[in-house]
């Protein structure tokens, strides 16, 4: 199980949350923290996440959840609703790059993801969620590149991929009733041509019979 899954299913499923997206972050400036809340020195992942209810109205968060060294276990510490994000900074409008800031009513991160292409995912899925379940103020996006926050976003793309997929299955389906139509005439063809082979031999050997009789 990805880390991804495992984070939805200890973290969001049990309180009848799903989570819409993750992006494994790590901070551009490291906060000095000597010991961890554990109690001892180590390691650690950090995952952002976004999750709506299930139960309506729906309720989005963003939720930033960690996991330590030596722990399977991913552990919820800060969360926040969507109506208090107040800006994305995508960091460069010209190319993809990993970093992002994110910026609420009374916190401000400065962060790097794993990949740019994770963190040009997740601003696309935080875009969209915005843009369907913000009640308030929406929050603004600044230097995020235009991919990101509609046209051929990966969103769009996925949509456009289950339609092309949708209209060639209905194509293949009406091709190969096309098909099954054309065996059904020429099977209906070669009974009626059996039927009437049936019907001319029968007269034939009337006929047949009716010579002899008569010889």
């Known amino acids: 199980m990805s880390a991804k899954s495992a984070i939805n299913k200890e973290v969001f499923i049990p309180h009848d949350e799903k989570m819409l997206a993750a992006v494994q972050v790590k901070r551009r400036t490291k906060k000095k923290i000597p010991f961890l809340a554990t109690g001892g020195q180590g390691d650690y992942m950090t995952f952002i996440c976004v999750s709506v209810t299930n139960k309506k109205p729906s309720h989005v968060s963003i939720t930033k959840v960690k996991q330590f060294q030596g722990s399977s276990a991913f552990m919820k510490r800060s969360q926040w609703t969507l109506d208090q994000l107040r800006q994305v900074n995508g960091i460069d409008l ?5 970093e992002f800031d994110l910026m609420f009513e009374n916190a401000f991160d400065q962060w790097v993801a794993s990949s740019a292409g994770e963190k040009c995912t ?12 913000s009640s308030a103020r929406k929050p603004d996006f600044v230097n995020c590149q235009s991919k990101l926050l509609g046209g ?3 969103l769009h793309s996925a949509a456009d991929s289950v339609t092309s997929a949708v209209q060639k299955a209905s194509q293949a389906l009406n091709e190969r009733g096309e098909r099954l139509g054309r065996a059904e005439e020429r099977t209906a063809d070669m009974m009626n041509s059996a039927e009437q082979f049936s019907v001319t031999a029968q007269k034939v050997r009337q006929y047949l019979s009716k010579i002899h009789y008569n010889a």
Do not use: A, E, G, W
């Not at 010209?94 to 990993?98: I, S, Y």
């Open 94 to 98: 010209n190319k993809d790059c990993p």
């Open 122 to 133: 997740f601003i696309q899925i935080l875009h969209h969620t915005c843009q369907r379940y």
């Open 152 to 154: 051929n976003s990966i």
